[in-house]
């Protein structure tokens, strides 16, 4: 079983950065997958970006060259710097895990996730 808990979302202008922390917990984490998904008000779930065990990294259109997710496997910490938000990027963002070896990481079908935190981008 693995939980996980986001942090670090708030209220930001145009143009601003936030970093979102994820803190996993349970066993062998160093051997899972990490993801970010986002879901806006009124709209579906959209995957923003994912890291390998591997620590091999996959982004979306939308955020490649503004966001960088990374990992700290010693604290079991995903970390999502945003930069240059923009209000499109306005939404709840979760934190997702799944226990895939190797320097593969998908965009979907993750077994566990976090309950979100929430991003604003708004002046």
């Known amino acids: 079983q693995v939980q996980l808990v986001e942090s670090g979302g708030g209220l930001v202008q145009p143009g601003g950065s936030l970093r979102l922390s994820c803190a996993a917990s349970?066993?062998?984490?160093?051997?899972?997958?990490f993801a970010w998904f986002r879901q806006a008000p009124g709209k579906e779930r959209e995957f923003v970006s994912c890291?390998?065990?591997?620590?091999?990294?996959v982004y979306a259109e939308s955020v490649e060259g503004r966001f960088t997710i990374s990992r700290d496997d010693v604290t079991n910490t995903v970390y999502l710097q945003m930069n240059s938000l923009k209000p499109e990027d306005t939404a709840v963002y979760y934190c997702?895990?799944?226990?895939?070896?190797?320097?593969?990481?998908?965009?979907?079908?993750?077994?566990?996730r976090g309950q979100g935190t929430h991003v604003t981008v708004s002046s």
């Open positions: 349970g066993n062998n984490l160093d051997y899972y997958a």
């Open positions: 890291i390998s065990s591997a620590h091999s990294t």
């Open positions: 997702a895990a799944d226990p895939l070896g190797g320097s593969y990481c998908p965009a979907n079908e993750y077994d566990y």
